[in-house]
């Protein structure tokens, strides 16, 4: 039976059975109450990330509290992620962060360029990730006590165990995932229930959006994220795993 504590008047991170059997809006709504100021969100539009900003922009009007919100503006997103997150500052009254690149993006371009004569993210996607987005994360982080993500457990291997709020020791922060449990299904019957802005890009057969360069479109049937990165290994941009150490080895020489 779902308990009915109210967690919004204590800081203590609730209980897992708690967690598990509340909606978004109750976790989110705890995490706003529990850390305000020190609360941030990272965002790159997905549809998961849309129904999370319409869900804090509700209990912002609810709690009179704002939470910081970003984007990892790699440099390469697509034009329509970007129009759209214009588009949720507008309708929503946010304003969204932009995090640019780590400095040590620009020598390790012009080394793939001259020894390959191709862009980092040909030749290195690990290396071009980390510099466009799992180094800039830390500084954009590094003033808050929680950050909230989209992820959802059943998008990937990696994320199926990840925990609706539990400790995030790479950033030395709480991680809030207020989707964890959610399904595909359920993002979406929230979206259209309450008209929620997305990328277009969604109905011209991209159910994962990332960066232009690494994200193809998939067919009927094909796992959502098997536009990410296709025909590689890779799974995940490093944001939500550890980043492998030859990674981190090669980024230092930079
Ligand atoms: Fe670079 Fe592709 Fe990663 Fe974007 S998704 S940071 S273009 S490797």
């Known amino acids: 039976?779902?308990?009915?504590?109210?967690?919004?008047?204590?800081?203590?991170?609730?209980?897992?059975?708690?967690l598990e059997s509340a909606t978004p809006q109750e976790i989110l709504r705890?995490?706003?109450?529990?850390?305000?100021?020190?609360l941030t969100m990272a965002t790159a539009f997905g549809a998961e990330g849309c129904a999370l900003l319409?869900?804090?922009?509700?209990?912002?009007?609810?709690?009179?509290?704002?939470?910081?919100?970003?984007?990892?503006?790699?440099?390469?997103?697509?034009?329509?992620?970007?129009?759209l997150c214009k588009k949720i500052e507008e309708r929503y009254g946010f304003s969204i962060r932009r995090i640019r690149p780590d400095e040590g993006i620009v020598a390790a371009e012009e080394q793939s360029k001259a020894e390959h004569g191709k862009p980092l993210y040909k030749t290195d996607p690990n290396l071009c990730c980390y510099f466009r987005k799992v180094a800039p994360l830390g500084p954009a982080i590094e003033n808050f006590d929680a950050w909230i993500t989209a992820i959802r457990r059943d998008q990937t291997a990696s994320r199926a165990n990840a925990a609706i709020v539990g400790p995030d020791d790479?950033?030395?922060?709480?991680?809030?995932?207020p989707l964890a449990n959610w399904t595909k299904d359920?993002?979406?019957?929230?979206i259209k229930e309450n008209d929620v802005p997305t990328n277009p890009?969604?109905?011209?057969?991209?159910?994962?959006?990332?960066?232009?360069?690494?994200?193809?479109p998939v067919a009927a049937g094909q796992d959502d994220r098997s536009g990410r990165w296709a025909g590689?290994?890779?799974?995940?941009?490093?944001?939500?795993i550890e980043v492998n150490?030859?990674?981190l080895t090669r980024a230092s020489n930079f």
């Open 1 to 18: 039976m779902k308990q009915t504590t109210d967690y919004t008047q204590t800081a203590t991170i609730p209980p897992t059975e708690w």
């Open 54 to 83: 319409d869900m804090l922009a509700r209990l912002r009007d609810e709690t009179g509290i704002t939470p910081d919100i970003f984007n990892l503006e790699t440099g390469y997103q697509f034009p329509q992620t970007l129009a």
């Open 186 to 190: 359920q993002v979406w019957a929230y």
């Open 232 to 240: 590689t290994e890779k799974k995940e941009c490093g944001l939500h």
């Open 201 to 216: 890009l969604h109905d011209q057969g991209f159910p994962s959006i990332g960066c232009w360069p690494c994200t193809r």
């Open 170 to 177: 790479k950033f030395d922060l709480t991680k809030i995932n």
């Open 245 to 247: 150490s030859a990674t």
């Open 30 to 38: 705890w995490a706003l109450t529990t850390y305000g100021d020190k």
